[in-house]
């Protein structure tokens, strides 16, 4: 066998080699972001806030948790970083993705980006739009009873 066809013959078994890999995806790196991780890093902000339930979006990109006293933490990776914050009233608005189990949340005060934010099931989404609006029912200031108000009168 001469050395040129040696060559090629090397030159074709590792770029169907490379290729293998690529499509297999055994080339991407994996994201093992789990719910562990999400507890650690908002406690690391807010150490007095006990966590109750946590829901990862489906890229592990964002956390959404229910604290023990009913409001709603939010954490997002951030490359190696996160960033996290208490959602409290004034600061987002919520849409309900029509296509994909998630919702579209801006967030009105901050630099924080918004965005979509896709869960696993429509069930996820719908639990973490229930403690958002709950977070927000709690901190708004209470109304009075109209009918209430009538027997005063």
Do not use: C
Not at 14 to 19: A, D, H, M, R
Not at 117 to 137: N, P
């Amino acid at each position: 066998m001469s050395l040129g066809v040696l060559v090629v013959l090397v030159t074709f078994g590792v770029l169907l080699v490379i290729g293998a890999v690529h499509y297999t995806s055994a080339s991407r790196e994996s994201d093992n972001r789990d719910p562990g991780e999400a507890l650690i890093e908002f406690a690391r902000a807010y150490p007095g806030e006990p966590v109750r339930s946590v829901t990862m979006t489906k890229d592990g990109e964002a956390s959404f948790l229910r604290l023990a006293d009913g409001k709603t933490g939010f954490l997002q990776a951030m490359g190696r970083h996160y960033v996290a914050r208490l959602i409290v009233p004034g600061t987002l608005s919520v849409e309900v993705l029509e296509d994909k189990p998630g919702l579209r949340i801006e967030f009105n005060d901050s630099t924080l980006r918004g965005g979509e934010y896709v869960f696993a099931s429509t069930e996820q989404a719908a639990e973490v739009s229930l403690w958002l609006v709950d977070s927000l029912a709690l901190a708004s200031p209470k109304f009075a009873d109209p009918e209430e108000e009538e027997g005063n009168a």
